[in-house]
């Protein structure tokens, strides 16, 4: 069992930044490939960036690929997600979600675990 739970958000300025973080709980924290989400309001959940169990491999949507940075800390149970360059339509909520597996992926359902989100607005 794997608890995770996003902090990080607010409100910001377009072309500000943000960083979230999302601690997860568990001794195996290593083994599992992470991903970030998004939902914005009336729109589908939809894939931000994901990273492999090492740190070694990531993969972005087109959308935030050159201004959003996915990482991770194995020895502090957290992945963060760096975001520079903010736009309006980044504003959503932003999930973190856990793969019992060393490679993450874009598909929503072969994740096994959810963070419950937390708030990202950004203003024009």
């Known amino acids: 069992q794997v608890q995770l739970v996003e902090s990080g958000g607010g409100l910001v300025q377009a072309g500000g930044s943000l960083r979230l973080s999302c601690a997860a709980s568990g001794r195996t924290f290593s083994s599992y490939a992470m991903g970030w989400f998004r939902q914005a309001p009336g729109k589908e959940r939809e894939f931000v960036a994901h990273?492999?169990?090492?740190?070694?491999?990531?993969d972005y949507a087109d959308s935030v690929k050159g201004r959003f940075t996915i990482s991770r800390d194995n020895a502090k149970n957290t992945v963060y997600l760096q975001m520079n360059s903010l736009k309006p339509e980044d504003t959503a909520i932003y999930y973190c979600?856990?793969?019992?597996?060393?490679?993450?992926?874009?598909?929503?359902?072969?994740?096994?675990?959810w963070g419950q989100g937390t708030q990202v607005t950004v203003s024009s």
């Open positions: 990273i492999s169990w090492s740190g070694g491999s990531t």
């Open positions: 979600a856990a793969v019992s597996r060393l490679w993450g992926s874009r598909r929503q359902n072969e994740y096994d675990y």
